[in-house]
């Protein structure tokens, strides 16, 4: 059987270049053309006519429920799975109803992609585990009660890793109470193990809760110092996230946004922050680029280099540009956030 003729279309250079590397080497698969917004997507579509497209939603000219739409009704036959950043339920729901076969996060493992490619061809529907999981909690959490305060702080120590006698200790509760809360906790939100537990929570970081002896942490020479922070991600639900997660290691940071280099350099010049995460890929250029930039600027900034798309090349190129670390996105979890605000501060 012939390889399925492959088009991809995402209006950033370095992730076509990341789904080419992983897609390319599946022998049912031959990469035909690429697109880098809705115009082109369409006349590619016509000139090319291939089997497989494999997009992002989020591009320029392009209205994704109306476009997929207009392409399944051109083209019933191909097959689509969409690539995206995107992970909110009315959206992904939505993009499913209008006809697509597949929706894939970014985040996730490029041998994941390659999977779900794999079962669209054989005729089959791919959704990313986070998203069925999402999906069904969201139902669940209709009927579900609001967790108590107790609940949520002991919901946060679950993700750092405590056991229950490390958990006594920081709630000064003795250990049965704790299991007793264990067990309340694991039917509030409907899972039966620490695991589920901490799944549930990287679903719903909103419900976490920092004891206030949990705060205590950050050793106290560097308590009284003030951090600054800058996120600089194209994506605003990232950067939310990820604000988040340094305010629950940081309460006292002090956190600023930019969405493209520009504004980030701008940013970086007027607060000169002790930390930057950037995202390798933004629109107006590369997130390595844009670490140059602000080290010219700031020399002091720490700064750390972040893609869902990680590259051996990428991390050397990101290094030499004056970044102290090159993470994958889904590595990044609070004990990690905390080493490196840590690091920031003792700089």
Request: include cysteine; hydrophobic fraction near 45%; aromatic fraction near 4%.
């Amino acid at each position: 059987m012939a390889p399925a003729r492959t088009l991809l279309a995402d209006d950033h250079a370095l992730i076509r270049a990341g789904l080419r590397d992983a897609l390319a080497v599946l022998p049912e698969i031959e990469i035909v053309g690429e697109a880098a917004n809705g115009r082109d997507l369409f006349l590619a579509l016509e000139q090319l006519q291939p089997d497989l497209l494999v997009m992002d939603v989020n591009m320029p000219e392009f209205e994704p429920v109306t476009a997929v739409h207009q392409i399944r009704s051109k083209y019933p036959h191909l097959k689509i799975l969409v690539v995206s950043a995107y992970d909110d339920e009315a959206y992904v729901v939505g993009l499913l109803s209008a006809g697509v076969n597949g929706y894939h996060l970014k985040d996730q493992p490029l041998s994941d992609l390659q999977l779900a490619a794999r079962r669209i061809l054989d005729g089959g529907r791919w959704i990313s585990d986070p998203l069925v999981n999402r999906l069904v909690d969201h139902r669940h959490a209709e009927t579900t009660s609001p967790l108590t305060r107790r609940q949520r702080e002991l919901l946060y120590l679950l993700t750092q890793g405590y056991n229950n006698q490390k958990i006594a200790l920081v709630m000064d509760l003795s250990i049965k109470t704790v299991e007793n809360h264990l067990t309340a906790l694991y039917r509030a939100i409907g899972v039966e193990s620490r695991l589920e537990a901490n799944n549930f929570a990287s679903r719903h970081p909103e419900l976490l809760l920092v004891p206030e002896q949990e705060k205590l942490q950050l050793r106290p020479e560097l308590r009284a110092e003030t951090l600054s922070v800058l996120l600089v991600d194209d994506n605003p639900r990232y950067r939310a996230q990820l604000g988040k997660l340094v305010g629950r290691v940081s309460p006292a940071a002090v956190l600023y946004e930019a969405e493209d280099s520009t504004e980030a350099t701008r940013l970086a010049g007027q607060v000169k922050p002790k930390l930057a995460f950037i995202d390798v890929v933004l629109r107006e250029e590369d997130g390595i680029q844009c670490a140059r930039r602000i080290k010219t600027v700031s020399p002091q900034t720490r700064i750390i280099l972040i893609s869902a798309y990680p590259d051996r090349e990428f991390r050397r190129l990101g290094l030499n540009a004056g970044a102290v670390a090159f993470l994958d996105k889904k590595d990044i979890d609070a004990a990690t956030v905390r080493q490196l605000v840590n690091d920031a501060l003792e700089a």
